[in-house]
Each structure stands twice: as structure tokens, then as C-alpha cells.
């Protein structure tokens, strides 16, 4: 039985397959966390089990973990695998330089210690997911649970004289109980509305002792591979150039609104 897959689905699926095509034999591979990343790795799973595809996965969550062991895959340790090839990983929004917001799921903490000891990240999103600036999207913050509240507000004071659009922030629940990251930590979402310098506020927020991480994934991508609903898939490379058309400032090539 094949399920009807939304278009926002499709565009997922197709951004997903055509990164997994990206994986060759014997590579380490950093495997993504959310609806777009299950794609990536039901498509590996085929592969393994169709091509004897043979990689060392480290997952980003203990979700994708338990998706990846039930596809086949060999899951193993960042620990154990060292360095790895290549990463593929999902985002709630990306900008014209590849600039993200991710931690929609929770697992922006283990994504992004996988991201960065990772030779090429790739990021797989579909079109809904780009815009001209970060923000829309409630930024993720993971924090730890002893002394939540001391911590959200000085989270609250960091934010005065920011470049931001709004300054609420919530902290995540799962039902009636706080939401409890993989690391055993919280997470607190903030509402910004336009994040003017996602660099400076990333590094704003993890000067604070209880901040561990944050959702501001900047200079981290290197390739962005965006699905269409039409079930295409375009590849956009950060090493055409941050600037790669004149008076134009993303590597979108064009304007983005
Ligand atoms: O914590 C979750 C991750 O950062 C996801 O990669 C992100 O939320 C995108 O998820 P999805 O592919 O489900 O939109």
C-alpha cells in the first residue's frame, strides 16, 4: 500500500533522495534528524539492503538511531567513527547563505557536534523551508534543567539591544510535562520574528553558563539540496561563492522575498 504523500512531503522526499545519492561505499555518514531526514534514511536502508551499500552511520538522535538499526544500517558511535565523510541533516529554515534554524524535533545539540566533525554538511529541506531572514521560525535553545528560570531570563536580557523583531520565549512542553532533550536538558523556544545577526545572537546565547546550545546553524552548511512539490530537487553549493552574482547576497542566485 503506498500512502498519498502531501506536497510539502513530496518536496521532502525528493530533496532526500537525491542527497542519498551523495553516499558512496565506505563512507561515515552523519544521519539527520526529523520528517525530511527519515526520508534520507529509509532511502540508505534500500540502498544497504538493495546495493550492499556499506556505511558507518552516526545518528543525531536516539529517534533516527532506532530508524536507522530497523533499516539496516550499521549505526555506530561519533566516538568510534572519529571524523565523518559526510552529514545529511534536515532544517526548519534556511537563508540565502545557508545560514539555518534547526531543532524543530529537539535534537539540535547532538545535530550540530555531528555537523561539525563532519568534512561536508548537507542540508535537505523543501522550498517552504527558505527565506530572506532567519526568525519566522520559534528558535530553539537547549538549556540545562537546573536553574531553568535564572537562565531564561538572562536568555530574556541577552536579547535587549539585539538586532531581533520580538523577544517572547516559551519553554517547550511534551503534553503537560517540560519537553527532555536526548542529553536530559530542556529546550526554550524564542520567538524573534527577524533575526537580523544570527552569528552574533548564536554567540550571545552561549555565553549563558545554562545555555548548552542553540539552533543557529551559521557557517556550518556547506550544500543545500532543496525539493520541489513537482518531485524536482536542486543542488546549491556554499563553494560557488557566499556572493556568487553581482548585487545579489545569496547563493540562491537571485532575490529572495
Ligand atoms: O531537531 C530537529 C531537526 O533540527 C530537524 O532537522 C528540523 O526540525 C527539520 O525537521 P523536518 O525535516 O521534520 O521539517
Known amino acids: 500500500m503506498t500512502a498519498t504523500l502531501s506536497p510539502s512531503d513530496i518536496a521532502k522526499r525528493a530533496s532526500a533522495l ?11 555518514v552523519g544521519l539527520g534528524t526529523g520528517s525530511t531526514a527519515a526520508f534520507l534514511v529509509r532511502r540508505l536502508g534500500e540502498r544497504v ?26 549505526v555506530v558511535t561519533l566516538d568510534e567513527a572519529g571524523w565523518l565523510d ?5 532544517a526548519d529554515e ?14 539540535l545539540l547532538w545535530e550540530k557536534v ?17 527565506v530572506a ?3 519566522r521560525f520559534p528558535l530553539p ?24 523583531e520580538g523577544r517572547d520565549m516559551a519553554l517547550r512542553k511534551a503534553g503537560d510535562a517540560p519537553f527532555v532533550t536526548d ?46 512539490a513537482d518531485g524536482s530537487a536542486r543542488v546549491v553549493d556554499i563553494a560557488q561563492g557566499r556572493f556568487p552574482f553581482a548585487g545579489q547576497d545569496n547563493v540562491f542566485g537571485e532575490v529572495l522575498g
Do not use: W
Request: hydrophobic share 45%; glycine share 16%.
Open 86 to 90: 559526510l552529514t545529511i541533516d534536515g
Open 133 to 135: 531572514a532567519l526568525g
Open 183 to 228: 542529553e536530559g536538558n530542556r529546550i526554550v523556544d524564542l520567538r524573534l520574528g527577524r533575526i537580523g545577526d544570527p552569528r552574533r545572537l548564536g554567540l550571545e546565547l552561549n555565553r549563558i553558563p545554562g545555555v548548552v546550545e542553540n539552533g543557529l546553524f551559521t557557517d556550518i552548511a556547506d550544500t543545500l539540496v532543496l525539493g520541489a
Open 18 to 28: 537525491r542527497a542519498a545519492e551523495m553516499v558512496e561505499d565506505g563512507m561515515k
Open 49 to 74: 539492503r538493495g546495493e550492499g551499500l556499506r556505511i558507518a552511520a552516526v545518528p543525531t538522535s536516539s529517534g533516527t538511531a532506532a530508524l536507522a538499526r530497523a533499516e539496516g544500517i550499521a
Open 141 to 164: 535553545v537547549e538549556v540545562i534543567p537546573f536553574g531553568l528560570r535564572a537562565t531564561m531570563r538572562l536568555i530574556g536580557e541577552a536579547l535587549v539591544g539585539l538586532d531581533v
Open 114 to 130: 555531528v555537523a561539525t566533525a563532519s568534512d561536508r554538511v548537507v542540508i535537505i529541506a523543501d522550498e517552504g523551508k527558505r
Open 94 to 107: 534556511v537563508d540565502g547563505q545557508l545560514s539555518l534554524i534547526k531543532g524543530g524535533g529537539g535534537a
